[in-house]
């Protein structure tokens, strides 16, 4: 395929302002805008690279550079260049998320059909939860009345302040909460205390209580906890699930940790296998990824999409509605509109 054209460009997501500032004073997520052109169809796809993680722009655009789709005689054989563009360097998962879904994107737009539909996954509608950073009560209150049309709250714990935090909320809603600890609690009585006293006030899940390498203490309260206990810093690819089956109840899978779409896909048909359960979670992103991940999101026992929403400078319409429900549309591909 001669006539076919990859293209890239770095853009900065804007956050909204109102949004975690207090927590660590970021204003903005670099990434990487990804084009993949072929007979007068375009496939997008997104590289997110929040600075705690290993990539950045500079790698992302030298990855990007080492690709070559001119050699394959089907474009629409994801399975097959995704397996070679894996192995162009280890690591680079956002990166190799960026081509993933423009991949996927342009498949689903040459064949005319949404790419749920590639994977015969049904469409449902489901409801993403919409996050509460650490914050003073002042400022975790403001935000509640911005997350009122959404069915679940995901409320950033791990300081000093998650009972505080809680109870905030609490005395303006009860609404169901998932809990993400961030691997910021250390002691396993301390956590299974506050867990019990969560588990009283609606958390229905509890994200990393601890470091990623303390397996000990994690399969500890795992066994104990009344509350589902998920794995995020902890899983990134296929590969690791295998060794978390029995140190967790879950795992959340991000598109921009898995490689995409096709791996994501695996990890849900896996950890089922495995008996465990499957949040879809994603980082700070247009609609173009969160649409990516939207195509699986009925696979999911939760949903933590609300990437998009987190920024003022969105290039795309895609499958999520205001009121915090996420619903794939019937547009070949992603079913993203870029405006
Ligand atoms: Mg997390």
């Known amino acids: 395929m001669k006539n076919i054209k990859l293209s ?21 997520t670099p990434a990487v805008m990804v084009e993949v052109d072929y007979d007068g169809l375009v496939g997008y796809g997104e590289a997110s690279l929040p600075p705690y993680l290993p990539e950045d722009q500079k790698s992302v655009n ?6 070559n789709l001119s050699g394959y005689d089907d474009i629409t054989n994801l399975n097959y260049i995704l397996q070679d563009i894996d192995k162009i360097l280890p690591g680079n998962t ?27 996954v049904d469409k449902k509608k489901v409801y993403t939860s919409f996050t509460i950073g650490i914050d003073t009560s002042e400022v975790i209150l403001q935000k509640l009345k ?12 791990g300081s000093n302040s998650d009972r505080e935090i809680i109870s905030t909320i609490r005395t303006v809603t009860d609404k169901p909460i998932f809990a993400d600890a961030n691997q910021g609690w250390s002691d396993r009585e301390g956590a299974l205390d506050l867990i019990q006293w969560l588990n009283e006030r609606n958390v229905v899940l509890i994200e990393q209580p601890f470091l990623k390498t303390n397996l000990v203490d994690t399969a500890w309260l795992t ?22 089956q029995d140190i967790y109840s879950g795992i959340n899978i991000k598109l921009m940790k898995s490689t995409g779409i096709l791996e994501a896909y695996k ?31 009925s696979l999911a026992d939760w949903v933590d999409m609300d990437g998009n929403i987190l920024i003022k400078n969105d290039l795309f319409k895609g499958v999520n509605g205001a009121d915090g429900t996420i619903f794939p549309n019937d547009l070949p591909g992603l079913g993203i509109i870029k405006t």
């Open 62 to 67: 030298d990855f990007l550079g080492k690709i």
């Open 94 to 120: 956002a990166a190799k998320a960026s081509i993933d879904i423009a991949l996927h994107d342009l498949a689903g737009k040459i064949k005319g059909l949404p790419v749920y539909k590639l994977y015969n």
């Open 223 to 244: 066994e104990r906890s009344p509350i589902p206990i998920i794995a995020d810093e902890a899983v990134q690819r296929l590969s690791d699930i295998q060794l978390l």
């Open 267 to 297: 990890m849900i048909r896996r950890a089922r296998e495995l008996g465990l359960k499957v949040m879809l979670g994603c980082m700070t992103e247009t609609s173009c990824a969160i649409s990516a991940a939207a195509q699986l999101s």
């Open 146 to 157: 911005e997350a009122d049309n959404f069915k679940f709250l995901k409320v950033k714990l």
């Open 8 to 28: 890239w460009y770095p853009y900065t997501l804007e956050l909204k302002h109102t949004f975690n500032i207090a927590m660590n004073s970021r204003r903005s």
